[in-house]
């Protein structure tokens, strides 16, 4: 189970800190991602850190804004969103993998659990 959290409502330029807990399973084990869904868009990938820890991916339009990272003695996966904009608004979901090809990491139907969601509101 994963449950996000940090989400709520900030002015363009600032920054919040999302972090999505995990619960019954081996969180070191698990590659963990960030997504998110404006309205009326497709669900799109933010980013993507490995089990390890030590491989990353960004989405072009958050890349030097965000940063995925993890704590695997808490089984908790933090995204760091600084110099927020009014673009980024959306619902963002946490999401586990296991799978072995990291660069599939930035899709979705890589991922066997997902986290309920949390809201993002950048206002301008």
């Known amino acids: 189970q994963l449950q996000a959290s940090g989400g709520g409502l900030v002015q363009a330029g600032g920054s919040l800190r999302l972090s999505c807990t995990a619960s019954g399973g081996t969180f070191s084990t698990w590659s963990m991602g960030w997504f998110r869904q404006a309205p009326g868009k497709e669900r799109e990938f933010v980013a993507a850190i490995a089990w390890s820890g030590g491989v990353m991916y960004y989405a072009d339009s958050v890349r030097g804004r965000f940063t995925i990272s993890r704590d695997n003695a808490k089984d908790t996966v933090y995204l760091q969103m600084n110099s927020l904009k009014p673009e980024d608004t959306a619902v963002y979901y946490c999401?586990?993998?296991?799978?072995?090809?990291?660069?599939?990491?930035?899709?979705?139907?890589?991922?066997?659990?997902w986290g309920q969601g949390t809201q993002v509101t950048v206002s301008s």
């Open positions: 999401a586990a993998s296991r799978t072995v090809i990291l660069s599939s990491l930035l899709r979705s139907q890589s991922y066997a659990y």
